[in-house]
């Protein structure tokens, strides 16, 4: 079945980031489309974690833009990230350790309790309502990620590939847009990845999730994504889909070096 | 030797059992003012792991606050309503300017940061109201209940049965407002990770503001009720280390813990001047708290009611 590939869902335009003298990202500019899977791909410290960190607002560019859902924005703020549909997972885990696999992914649903204060307080009649609705979504999650043994278990506790799976879930439980995920599949055996490979593309076929994602793995990423970007030493290299990529002369340089003679 | 240590006291507690519960009830209503200290301690370390070391200071600035206003002629509920928004004035202060550049830093950068507001909070307090004693009488006598006490023989103070009514209220209200929902959990989230707290949406400057201010009215009651008791005056501020046995005794991130510690330390500290103090020449209560901390820290590190630490590595 040929999937849709819909219109442009956020695009950045002639970014470029620096810490300092550091030039992170520049010049950068991709479009990424609905409903695709776009990878990230480049040699370590090619800023690739730096270019998704611009997009969910945790640093700011000092030059370039960003349009997302057809607003444009000089900058994120990572508050209205979250809440306009931009979801992320991280490289190292960042999950709230002493909190149950089901506390943790009911964070994710933050942004879509609406009731107030005094409500919460009383935790009465309609957000004791709204509470349970949000927890029969987090259930379905639970069940789609397949961690039903692991609901109340302390996150600290788990081993590593199913932190990562939790990591997805909370980011789910938003109903992102745009999903961004940091090296998904880091640091896991076969199995493993191939679970999270069928994760990824069974999120974007079921809820129709964009997603963006950054992986070393290149076999996972010619496997799954629809258009690739390449960056090293925060420039982009090429952009096209997996296959002209693979075939690109500057590409297969950065990643094996080029004799100086 | 024997005697004095292990005999003597529980003849005391056989001989007069009436006199005995006068002990035990007036330690347990100076547990709950402890606890009320702590509570302060409790929602800021349960927004960002940090041990608040301005809690002491922030009691002090608030009740200075009050006293100065009231002896200014204001009518003593407005002082109370305008040092309540002083003391959210304060938070927001505290969040744009101290914690909000230290976002994503390490616990220990907090609590040194928090040091820095109790100098400045300790200062600014004093420079505006001065550094004398005031007294400060919010109408509730120091007075036995006359009637109880002929009715049963028990004499219980008026004031510490205030004090106790006022903290359960205050108590009851904050774990309904932070336990099981969406805030208790925001906070909870914004103490592990801010950046996946962030991610997830969760307006970390809005939760800081909103558990200052808190901790900020907590610390007004605190003052309040401690100031009339002893004045107010400097000392108070050293008032807000004897809910450190308490924290460590009910667990940093437990309300109830916070609740528990306070009426265990408050009896027991009482229980062991009255019965144990000559045994060990007077004044124990000054210390005893803090040795039971330690010999608790010894035993469950985590306290009552805290979250055990898992460090998977």
Known sequence: MEKKIGEVLLSVDHISLAFGGVKALTDICFDIREKEVFAIIGPNGAGKTSMLNVINGFYHPQEGEITYKGVHRKQMKSHDAAVQGIARTFQNVALFKGMSTLDNIMTGRIIHMKRNMFWQACYLGPARKEEMENREYVEDIIEFLEIQSIRRTPVGRLPYGLQKRVELGRALAMEPDLLLLDEPMAGMNIEEKQDMCRFVLDVNDQYGTTIALIEHDMGVVMDISDKVVVLDYGKKLAEGTPDEVRGNQTVIDAYLGVPHN | ?313
């Open chain 2, 1 to 313: 030797m024997m005697q004095a240590f292990i005999f003597d006291p529980f003849m005391m507690m056989y001989d007069s059992p009436l006199f005995f519960v006068e002990v035990l009830v007036s330690g347990l209503m100076s547990g709950v003012m402890y606890a009320l200290v702590a509570l302060g301690f409790v929602l800021i370390f349960k927004a960002s792991g940090v041990f608040n070391f301005a809690q002491g200071a922030m009691v002090l600035f608030a009740a200075l606050t009050f006293v100065g206003l009231w002896e200014l002629g204001v009518n003593p509920w407005l002082a109370l309503i305008l040092s309540a928004v002083t003391m959210i004035g304060v938070a927001f202060c505290v969040e744009r300017i101290v914690l909000r550049p230290l976002v994503n830093q390490d616990p220990i950068i907090f609590f040194m940061a928090t040091i820095g507001i109790t100098y400045f909070l300790d200062g600014f307090g004093q420079t505006i109201w001065g550094s004398e004693v005031r007294p400060l009488d919010i109408g509730i006598p120091n007075e036995p209940f006359m009637d109880f006490a002929e009715w049963s023989g028990l004499y219980i103070n008026k004031f510490d049965v205030f004090a106790t009514v006022v903290c359960s209220v205050l108590v009851a209200l904050l774990a309904g407002f932070f336990t099981k929902t969406k805030i208790g959990r925001a906070l909870r989230a914004v103490a592990d990770d801010h950046q996946a707290a962030l991610s997830v949406g969760i307006p970390l400057k809005t939760i800081w503001t909103i558990v200052w201010s808190v901790a900020g009215i907590v610390g007004l009651a605190a003052g309040i009720l401690w100031g009339s008791k002893l004045g107010v005056q400097f000392t108070l501020a050293l008032i807000a280390f004897k809910a450190l046995p308490v924290l460590i005794l009910g667990g940093f991130t437990s309300i109830p813990g916070a609740i528990i510690g306070g009426l265990i330390i408050g009896s027991g500290e009482k229980i062991a001047e009255v019965y144990w103090g000559d045994a060990f020449g007077g004044a124990i209560e000054d210390w005893f708290a803090y040795v039971v901390a330690l010999i608790f820290l010894l035993f469950r590190p985590q306290g009552l009611f805290g979250e055990k630490i898992i460090e998977r590595v």
